[in-house]
T-cell receptor
Framework: EDQVTQSPEALRLQEGESSSLNCSYTVSGLRGLFWYRQDPGKGPEFLFTLYSAGEEKEKERLKATLTKKESFLHITAPKPEDSATYLCAVQDLNNFNKFYFGSGTKLNVKP | ETGVTQTPRHLVMGMTNKKSLKCEQHLGHNAMYWYKQSAKKPLELMFVYNFKEQTENNSVPSRFSPECPNSSHLFLHLHTLQPEDSALYLC???????????????FGPGTRLTVL
């Protein structure tokens, strides 16, 4: 069964303390892997798309990387405003209409 | 209005009621999606529409009935729901579903549904 697993479920960091979030997947074929940020009471906000192993994308303090089995979202020197739930999703290579989401990592950055 | 809008933002309904959720996208996209987000569970894809045609129905119970009159509007008609249907219902749109960058989905703020 196609599955996306995110870890940890929750992460508490001090401001400036860098860390990484993990997204592992077991889909039969990956077309693309998407990272989103979701704030309370809002819909997910698009961050990155990765398509092939070895690919990296960066935006401000965030960097996303992709291997054949997992993706990492690295957060460098986070600030309190980075606090949110980070979601990852994979698009099925065999059916571009299908997207599988993980349960998310809830990040709390304390000042 | 910009992006993807959803109305109402909050809805409380009894199990015998009939209600509808509305989604509108102002991005010129051709694909629209309905997702269900329950607490502590991953987003579940419910329906996908491309150019007004339904291209995906993820085994959703018939008490949920989608309607897509044009590429900018998407509805979810609800009837005889169960308490376990209480969740955040999210609408999204994308330029397309052809396997490229145009498949990136942009989400609305969601409708928080409570079924009593």
């Amino acid at each position: 069964e196609d599955q996306v697993t995110q870890s940890p479920e929750a992460l508490r960091l001090q401001e400036g303390e860098s860390s990484s979030l993990n997204c592992s997947y077991t889909v039969s074929g990956l077309r693309g892997l998407f990272w989103y940020r979701q704030d309370p009471g809002k819909g997910p906000e698009f961050l990155f798309t990765l398509y092939s192993a070895g690919e990296e994308k960066e935006k401000e303090r965030l960097k996303a990387t992709l291997t054949k089995k997992e993706s990492f979202l690295h957060i460098t020197a986070p600030k309190p405003e980075d606090s949110a739930t980070y979601l990852c999703a994979v698009q099925d290579l065999n059916n571009f209409n299908k997207f599988y989401f993980g349960s998310g990592t809830k990040l709390n950055v304390k000042p | 209005e910009t992006g993807v809008t959803q109305t109402p933002r909050h809805l409380v309904m009894g199990m015998t009621n009939k209600k509808s959720l509305k989604c509108e996208q102002h991005l010129g996209h051709n694909a629209m999606y309905w997702y269900k987000q329950s607490a502590k569970k991953p987003l579940e894809l419910m329906f996908v529409y491309n150019f007004k045609e339904q291209t995906e129905n993820n085994s959703v119970p018939s008490r949920f009935s989608p309607e897509c009159p044009n590429s900018s509007h998407l509805f979810l008609h609800l009837h005889t729901l169960q308490p376990e249907d209480s969740a955040l219902y999210l609408c999204a749109s994308s330029q397309g579903t052809s396997g490229g960058a145009e498949d990136t989905q942009y989400f609305g703020p969601g409708t928080r549904l409570t079924v009593l």
